[in-house]
């Protein structure tokens, strides 16, 4: 992406995330997410993973929880009045945010203390949670206007990210959207240099490379920048 790409993605971002923040319902769910602390989830968190917790200090110096954050304001448009999956949903605040604006949302994730946690945090009204596998979900096709894939895709291997994408294609109703994040470097040299950094990260895409899989798998994209994807489905 070129200095002005670049640009001009930061100030959507920014901009996206003084819209939201402004709406009252919208600001008390972030500052609940915000009050969440390792102790109260009650189970063993590492700190630096960048999907636990945007309270994590160190995050929020960096700057990284406005970017965890972000992620799922960015798909509040998309999932307005609709039916949402939230795939890999984690400690479920992520869901817990698009809650405030979709019909329904469901969070699935395989780790039972985590799903275990949501549903005693954020299960109630319009989200729920269960156990369950991405690359074999528990859902009719169809069943989702909006599927979410927040930080996912590069913890499984190239073939596993090709079956879990033709899963949330399968769940997607025609029409609908792919809504995610990841980061997409230009090279693959850039590529695998990243991915070496985490040692659970198995396959960093490129843009190039991420955008051919999205086509082949899922249908058109609508929008590709080096952090955020919306990926719409085939009708």
């Not at 995330?17 to 997410?33: M, T, Y």
């Not at 630096?48 to 110096?61: G, I, T």
């Not at 479920?92 to 469901?106: E, M």
Request: charge should be positive.
């Amino acid at each position: 992406m070129s200095l002005l790409g670049t640009v001009r993605e930061d100030w959507h971002r920014r901009r996206t995330f003084r819209r939201w923040r402004r709406l009252p319902e919208v600001s008390r769910r972030i500052a609940e997410v915000l009050a969440l602390n390792a102790a109260e989830v009650g189970q063993s968190v590492t700190a630096s993973d960048p999907r636990s917790l945007p309270s994590n200090p160190d995050f929020v110096a960096s700057g990284w929880t406005e970017h965890m954050l972000l992620r799922y304001l960015s798909a509040f448009d998309h999932a307005r009045g609709k039916q949402v999956l939230d795939s890999c949903c984690g400690l479920g605040w992520g869901a817990h945010l698009v809650a405030s604006q979709a019909r329904h949302v469901v969070g699935i994730d395989l780790d039972t203390e985590s799903i275990d946690f949501c549903r005693r945090r954020w299960g109630s009204g319009n989200a729920e949670f269960v156990v369950g596998s991405v690359l074999d979900l528990p859902f009719s096709e169809a069943t989702f206007d909006v599927v979410l894939s927040m930080e996912a895709i590069e913890h499984f291997s190239v073939a596993d990210g090709r079956r879990y994408l033709q899963e949330l294609a399968r769940v997607c109703r025609p029409g609908g959207a792919l809504v995610g994040s990841s980061a997409f470097p230009e090279t693959p040299e850039q590529a695998d240099r990243r991915c070496s950094r985490n040692e659970h990260h198995l396959h960093i895409y490129t843009r190039r490379e991420i955008g051919q899989l999205f086509r082949d798998v899922f249908g058109p994209v609508a929008m590709l920048t080096r952090h955020y994807f919306v990926v719409r489905r085939a009708r």
